[in-house]
């Protein structure tokens, strides 16, 4: 029986290996003539993509300097078996034999693995983004209040509205669909990823009633609203992320959204039939009503940072992503483009493997960037896989 040991600064418990467990471990047995020949091959097959020295240049070709042998060989078995789709590594590996693969694992796992530059390092740092949500939110706050309950008459509170909705109405505000030359021009220089954090801020916060008066019969508008229940919620706390909910909203915004579907200055045919029934008192009463009901804080959670996934990521991939296992890819100093491909390979089922897909599945945009940033910057290792002899002393 073998057993292999991982041996590199910073390890912790070390994976026991047997080394019959099957034919890929038989790169931790490469010896030196053995990397000689898979150098060779190397500068004759792989080298035009992932470099002699097994640090890509190419964007989305990953670094293979330091990757660990037997993952190596398991991958370009599965280019050569077809698995992994059709693509310029097909043929590349197929006419090589099982010998010309384990050797070129070999040589690429025998070299010194890339470093991460300072400029790298610094600019694959993600942002926290609820903060740059409230500090992008500060030019909002003055209308729409502090944490977004609304102090003022007419001014919608932002709390207690899903963020999907938050972003969807940014999004018609800045491109003229709805109407509102201020707020068109407030979101005239603010990007897509702006707003996803500003409404990710605002989803985040202590919903509460807005601060503003309301004018009406609440007892009556609640008879009324029995029509709006259907899409806001009996008690106006909508349970479909594209429909707002109205629950301790500003009474004089929703009597003006109102009366402008029912006179046509907003568009929505819904909306416009249901407010045509509704006289000026009815308007009075409905707002009323939804203006006392207790805001709910959207379903929305926010986001695990980059350290927080890697966490997870670590228990397979190793300590800051310098894996153990021999059979398990490193990621420390990996390129960043490779990463974030692979990552929304695993997300759309496009590369098959059940733990990964499990792992990407939650993984939005956002997230698989700020994953692919950290393990960017991390110091990637070599690893020293050492057999071990059994008590028996045979191997």
């Known amino acids: 029986?073998?057993?292999?040991?991982?041996?590199?600064?910073?390890?912790?418990?070390?994976?026991?290996?047997?080394?019959?467990?099957?034919?890929?471990?038989?790169?931790?047995?490469?010896?030196?003539?053995?990397?000689?020949?898979?150098?060779?091959?190397?500068?004759?097959?792989?080298?035009?993509?992932h470099g002699a020295n097994g640090v890509s240049e190419s964007p989305g070709v990953p670094h293979l300097a330091g990757q660990r042998p037997a993952y190596l060989y398991l991958e370009l078995k599965a280019y050569q078996a077809g698995v992994r789709g059709e693509s310029a590594m097909n043929n590349v590996v197929r006419p090589l034999n099982d010998d010309a693969l384990f050797k070129a694992a070999a040589y690429f796992a025998s070299l010194d693995p890339p470093q991460t530059s300072a400029a790298n390092s610094a600019n694959a740092t993600?942002?926290?983004?609820v903060q740059a949500g409230k500090t992008a939110a500060a030019g909002c706050v003055g209308c729409h209040g502090d944490g977004g309950i609304s102090k003022t008459p007419g001014m919608p509170s932002l709390v207690g509205l899903d963020p999907k909705y938050l972003v969807a109405a940014m999004k018609a505000y800045k491109s003229g669909q709805r109407k509102n030359d201020m707020m068109k021009s407030m979101l005239a220089s603010v990007t897509d990823a702006s707003m996803n954090n500003i409404a990710l801020y605002f989803g985040l916060q202590k919903p509460a009633r807005a601060q503003t008066p309301a004018a009406g019969d609440k007892a009556a508008g609640e008879t009324a609203a029995a029509a709006c229940a259907g899409c806001h919620g009996s008690d106006g706390v909508s349970g479909n992320p594209a429909t707002p909910s109205l629950a301790g909203q500003d009474a004089s915004y929703i009597a003006s959204a109102l009366q402008g579907y029912k006179q046509g200055a907003r568009s929505d045919e819904t909306m416009k039939g249901l407010a045509a029934s509704l006289d000026d008192s009815a308007v009075k009463n409905v707002a009323a009503f939804y203006a006392g009901q207790e805001p709910k804080q959207p379903n929305v959670r926010k986001p695990q940072t980059a350290e927080e996934w890697a966490e997870r990521c670590d228990r397979c991939h190793g300590i800051n992503g310098n894996s153990a296992d021999p059979r398990l890819p490193a990621l420390a100093a990996q390129r960043l483009d490779y990463l974030e491909k692979v990552l929304q390979a695993y997300r759309t089922g496009a590369r098959k493997s059940p733990q990964m897909a499990a792992m990407s599945d939650v993984l939005t945009d956002q997230d698989i960037t700020n994953i692919a940033a950290y393990y960017t910057r991390q110091k990637a290792r070599g690893v020293v896989f050492v057999i071990l002899q059994s008590k028996s002393g045979t191997k």
């Open 126 to 129: 993600a942002p926290d983004p």
């Open 1 to 49: 029986m073998f057993l292999a040991g991982a041996c590199f600064e910073g390890a912790s418990a070390q994976p026991r290996i047997n080394a019959d467990d099957g034919p890929e471990l038989r790169t931790l047995y490469a010896n030196s003539q053995d990397v000689a020949e898979g150098k060779r091959i190397v500068e004759s097959s792989c080298a035009g993509c």
